[in-house]
């Protein structure tokens, strides 16, 4: 059973940071493509970003590029999301989710495993 726990999450001001972690367990974390996303209140769960298994290849969303960073370690079987210059639009429920294969889909359906999600609060 493979099993998704996200933490970090919490409240900071408009162009503050965050760091928001998950750790994979039940099967090595590097069987699987990993991708964040986030939902707002009365929105679809929308993605943020992915990264393949071993070589690092990552994409994000439009929105967030050049603020945020998706990192993997392996041995740590743990998926970071670094969130530099937040603004309010960011605050969301943050969920990192998992997939076989080698594609970093955006489409939430295509991801087999999932987080419960962590808040995060950004204050202007």
């Known amino acids: 059973q493979v099993q998704l726990v996200e933490s970090g999450g919490g409240s900071v001001q408009a162009g503050g940071s965050l760091r928001v972690s998950c750790v994979v367990s039940?099967?090595?974390?590097?069987?699987?493509?990993m991708g964040w996303f986030r939902q707002a209140p009365g929105t679809e769960r929308e993605f943020v970003a992915g990264i393949s298994r071993s070589i690092g290849n990552t994409y994000y969303a439009d929105s967030v590029k050049g603020r945020f960073t998706i990192s993997r370690d392996n041995a740590k079987n743990t998926v970071y999301l670094q969130m530099n210059s937040l603004k309010p639009e960011d605050t969301a429920v943050y969920y990192c989710?998992?997939?076989?294969?080698?594609?970093?889909?955006?489409?939430?359906?295509?991801?087999?495993?999932w987080g419960q999600g962590t808040q995060v609060t950004v204050s202007s």
């Open positions: 989710a998992a997939r076989g294969g080698t594609r970093i889909p955006a489409r939430k359906d295509e991801y087999d495993y």
């Open positions: 039940g099967r090595t974390l590097s069987s699987y493509v």
